[in-house]
C-alpha cells in the first residue's frame, strides 16, 4: 500500500467527529457495543476525572459507551475506590480468569479486558492523562464505526502550539524516535506509518483483540502493531489525532526499560517470522550504572517480556463468548 | 407562610437525592470549564464551551454578545418573570498556569475551582438538571456565564447586559462556587484603586531623601493607615497587594499599590478616595517620584431590605436544607443588578479550602445541597413569592 495514500486516507483528526448524535445513531443502527478498558496501578489523582468525564458525555449525554471498566494490578493508593465511587466497573486483573497464574503489567490488565468486557470494540485508555477530554474516546471509536475495514485505531497527538505552514517534523516521544521507528524502518517500513505507534490509546474490534497474542511488559503496543499488521495489512490501521496529551514525563532510566521489552518483543517477532535465527537467545537483564561516591555501581533490572496467548485460545474465553462450536 | 412555598421547601430534599444522581454531569462540567483558562478580557474559550453545553441542552437565543457574555434562555411557560442567573467566567490566572483539575472521591481540587469554575458548571448543567427532574417554570430563564467581572473588568459583562438587553429582567440571581451559606442581598459602597509611583529617568540621585519607589510606596501606606475610620457607617480600607523593585541590590524604580476603600456611605467612599488621591500627591511632590492614581472598579452601595420577600424566602429556604446563613454584603455581580433597581441575591453552591490558592478545593457533597437551593429559589421567584408588595 502507498504509505502517503494510507496517510491520507487512514488519518484523521478528532474534530472530524464532533457529531456526537450522529455517531450515536450509527452505532446503535450496526448495534454495536463499545466497551471502554482503564488499565490503572495507583492513579488516584486522576482517575476519578476520568470516569466522570467518560460517564457524563459518553454515557448520559451522548450514549456512546457501553461499559466503563476499570482493570487494577493491585493499586496500593485509593484507585479502586474512587473509580468505583463515581460508577466504573472496577476489577483486580488478578481475580480475572482466576486459574490462571497471575502476571503483573499492564499488557496483562488489557488482555484479560478481552475476556471480562463485552464490547464489539473496545477502547484503551491510559490513566494518567491529566487533560482528559471526550475525543480520547470518540475521535478512537469513530474510524471504526464509520470504516468497516478498519480494525485498529491508535491515538496520536501532533497539534503545534504555532506553525506557519510548509514542512514540519511530526513525531512521537523519545522511544519512539530513537529505537521503535528505526526498528520499524528496518523490518517492517510501512509501520513507519503510524505517527505514535507506543501511544496507549487505541480503539480495537474485539475479533482483532482476541486473535493476537498479548506481551505483558513494555512490548504490549508494538507486539500488536507487528501482529495486526502481518495478519490484515496496513489497511486495517487507521490513527487520530487527538491534541494534546498531557501525562507523566518518564526519566530517561525508565525509558530504558521500556526500550529493553520492546527490543525483546520485536526481536521475538523477528524470530517467529524467520527474519532471525531462532536459536539466538537474547538476555533479559538490562544493565544500568550509577555512581556511589566515586565509584561505579551497575544496577541489574531483569525484565522478561512475557506473553499471554491469543484470548481466543483460552476455554473460559471461548465458552463465554460462545465460541465452543 | 403561603402554602406554595411550603410545597416548595418539601419539594427540596427530593430535589437534592436526585441532583446526587446527576452528580457525574455537574462534576464533568466542572473539570471542562475549570481547565479552560479565562483571564478576565480573554475568557472567549470558555464561553464558547458554555455556550455550546446550552445550545446541546435546547436553550433559546445561544449566543455571545459583544463583550463576550455566553448567554442562553430557558423559556417558560409564559409566565411574566424573567429571572437572570448570572455566574461570572473569568478568573485570576492566565494559560501559563496548570489548570487540570484532579477529582478525588469527596472533592475537587485546581485553580477557581469554586471560584467560579462551579458556578459556571451549576449554570451549564441546570438545564439538563430540570428536565430530568421535570421542573417546568412558567417564567423566562436568562442564563448567563458573565465576561470581564472581576478586577479591571469591573462587571463590565453583566453591566453590558443589563443596559442593553430587551429581555426585561425581573429578578436577579449570582451563583458562586463559593461558600455554600453566603448570601448576600446588598451591596456596600466600594473603589478600587492603583497608586503607582515611577522614578522618572532623569531624577537626581544625589538628591536628600533620594529612596526609590518602594519607599515612597511605604510613606503613602503609612499615611492611608493614619486616616480615622468611622465606626458607623461602616467603612474600611483595604491595602491588597503591592508591587515593586527587581531584585536585592538595585534601588526600585517603580512600585504599585493595589487597595479597596469599602463604605455602607457612598459620599465616604468618595471623600476617602480624595483623601488618598492628595497624600498620594503630596509624597509625590516630597519624593520627586512621578505618580498615577487609577480607579479600577467602583460600587454604589445598595440592595434590597432584609424583609423583602425574595431575601426572606432565600433564607427560609436555606434553612429547610439545613444551610447555616451567613448574611454579608456583596461586592460583586449583585452592584450591577442593584444598581438598576433590579431584586436581587448571590449565593454559594459549596464549602472550600485553600480558597484563592492554586490548590483551592471544594467538597462534591454539599453541591447537591448548594443547587436544590438554588432551584427552590428558582422555583419560589416563579411562582410570584419573591416579587416586591405591591
Redo the contacts between chains.
Keep these: 500500500m502507498n504509505l502517503n495514500e494510507w496517510l491520507r486516507n487512514n488519518t484523521f483528526h478528532h474534530s472530524t467527529f464532533w457529531d456526537l448524535k450522529a455517531l450515536v445513531e450509527e452505532k446503535e443502527r450496526q448495534k454495536t457495543t463499545i466497551s471502554l478498558c482503564i488499565p490503572t496501578l495507583n492513579e488516584?489523582?486522576?482517575i476519578?476525572?476520568e470516569i466522570?468525564?467518560f460517564?457524563?458525555?459518553l454515557m448520559?449525554?451522548y450514549h456512546l459507551l457501553d461499559e466503563i471498566a476499570v482493570i487494577d494490578s493491585g493499586s496500593k493508593d485509593?484507585t479502586r475506590?474512587?473509580a468505583e465511587?463515581?460508577?466504573a466497573d472496577v476489577y483486580l486483573a488478578d481475580k480475572i480468569l482466576p486459574g490462571l497464574e497471575p502476571k503483573r503489567g499492564k499488557g496483562e490488565n488489557l488482555w484479560k479486558a478481552i475476556y471480562q468486557l463485552s464490547g464489539d470494540i473496545i477502547v484503551y485508555i491510559d490513566a494518567d492523562i491529566?487533560?482528559?477530554?471526550p475525543r480520547f474516546v470518540y475521535g478512537l471509536v469513530a474510524p471504526l464505526i464509520y470504516h468497516p475495514d478498519v480494525k485498529y485505531v491508535k491515538a496520536f497527538y501532533d497539534r503545534p502550539l504555532a506553525f506557519s505552514g510548509g514542512v514540519r517534523p511530526s513525531g512521537g516521544g523519545r522511544v519512539t524516535e530513537i529505537l521503535t521507528r528505526p526498528l520499524f524502518s528496518l523490518f517492517f517500513p510501512e509501520l513507519t506509518a503510524i505517527i505514535q505507534p507506543l501511544s496507549g490509546e487505541y480503539a480495537v474490534r474485539r475479533e482483532v483483540l482476541a486473535q493476537i497474542p498479548f506481551p505483558i511488559g513494555y512490548g504490549v503496543e508494538t507486539a500488536h502493531l507487528i501482529d495486526v499488521y502481518g495478519r490484515w495489512g496496513l489497511g486495517a490501521f487507521a490513527q487520530t489525532d487527538l491534541d494534546q496529551r498531557?501525562h507523566r514525563n518518564q526519566s530517561t532510566r525508565d525509558l530504558g526499560k521500556m526500550s529493553f521489552g520492546i527490543m525483546q518483543t520485536v526481536i521475538s517477532r523477528l524470530k517467529t517470522m524467520g527474519i532471525m535465527t531462532d536459536s539466538f537467545e537474547v538476555a533479559t537483564v538490562l544493565r544500568q550504572f550509577q555512581v556511589h561516591d566515586r565509584d561505579f555501581e551497575e544496577v541489574e533490572h531483569q525484565i522478561v517480556e512475557e506473553e499471554r496467548p491469543p484470548m481466543i485460545e483460552i476455554p473460559e474465553y471461548r465458552e463465554k463468548f460462545d465460541l465452543s462450536k | 407562610m403561603e402554602k406554595g412555598i411550603i410545597d416548595i421547601l418539601e419539594k427540596l430534599p427530593l430535589v437534592q437525592n436526585r441532583i446526587h444522581e446527576l452528580r457525574?454531569?455537574i462534576?464533568?462540567?466542572l473539570?471542562?470549564i475549570g481547565?479552560i483558562p479565562a483571564p478576565t478580557f480573554q475568557e472567549a474559550a470558555r464561553v464558547e464551551f458554555l455556550v455550546n453545553r446550552f445550545t446541546?441542552s435546547g436553550l433559546q437565543n445561544c449566543s455571545t454578545d459583544e463583550v463576550g457574555n455566553a448567554l442562553g434562555i430557558l423559556p417558560g411557560r409564559g409566565g411574566n418573570r424573567d429571572i437572570l442567573l448570572v455566574a461570572h467566567l473569568d478568573s485570576e490566572y492566565d494559560g501559563k498556569v496548570d489548570h487540570?483539575?484532579?477529582?478525588?472521591?469527596n472533592s475537587v481540587s485546581g485553580p477557581a475551582v469554586g471560584d467560579n469554575a462551579l458556578g459556571a458548571a451549576a449554570l451549564a448543567s441546570l438545564p439538563?438538571i430540570l428536565e430530568q427532574l421535570d421542573i417546568g417554570l412558567d417564567s423566562n430563564l436568562v442564563l448567563m456565564g458573565s465576561s470581564r467581572s472581576l478586577g479591571r473588568g469591573d462587571i463590565e459583562g453583566l453591566r453590558f447586559f443589563l443596559g442593553n438587553s430587551e429581555v426585561p429582567i425581573t429578578h436577579g440571581i449570582c451563583v458562586e462556587g463559593v461558600m455554600l451559606g453566603r448570601i448576600s442581598y446588598s451591596s456596600i459602597g466600594l473603589m478600587r484603586c492603583e497608586i503607582s509611583y515611577k522614578v522618572p529617568e532623569e531624577y537626581d540621585w544625589t538628591r536628600f531623601g533620594a529612596v526609590g519607589a518602594i519607599v515612597t510606596l511605604n510613606e503613602v501606606m503609612n499615611r492611608i493607615l493614619e486616616i480615622p475610620l468611622p465606626r458607623r457607617p461602616r467603612t474600611s480600607i483595604v491595602l491588597g497587594s503591592i508591587r515593586g523593585g527587581a531584585g536585592y541590590d538595585t534601588i526600585a524604580t517603580e512600585a504599585s499599590l493595589r487597595f479597596e476603600i469599602r463604605s455602607e456611605s457612598a459620599e465616604l467612599v468618595a471623600s476617602l478616595s480624595q483623601r488618598i488621591g492628595d497624600i498620594a500627591a503630596e509624597v509625590s511632590a516630597n519624593s520627586g517620584a512621578e505618580v498615577a492614581f487609577n480607579i479600577f472598579a467602583q460600587r454604589k452601595p445598595g440592595g434590597i431590605q432584609f424583609a423583602h420577600p425574595l431575601a426572606v424566602h432565600a433564607l427560609e429556604i436555606m434553612k429547610s436544607l439545613d444551610i447555616k446563613p451567613r448574611i454579608s454584603p456583596s461586592t460583586s455581580e449583585l452592584s450591577a443588578f442593584i444598581d438598576r433597581g433590579i431584586p436581587a441575591v448571590a449565593i454559594g453552591l459549596t464549602n472550600a479550602d485553600d480558597l484563592g490558592k492554586l490548590t483551592e478545593r471544594i467538597a462534591i457533597e454539599p453541591i447537591y445541597t448548594g443547587i436544590a437551593q438554588l432551584i427552590g429559589l428558582i422555583l419560589a421567584i416563579d411562582k410570584g413569592y419573591c416579587d416586591e408588595p405591591e
Design positions: 488516584e489523582k486522576t476519578g476525572k466522570v468525564i460517564r457524563s458525555e448520559t449525554r485509593r475506590e474512587v465511587s463515581f460508577g491529566k487533560n482528559i477530554h498531557v | 457525574e454531569t462534576l464533568a462540567n473539570v471542562m481547565e446541546e487540570s483539575i484532579s477529582v478525588q472521591q439538563f
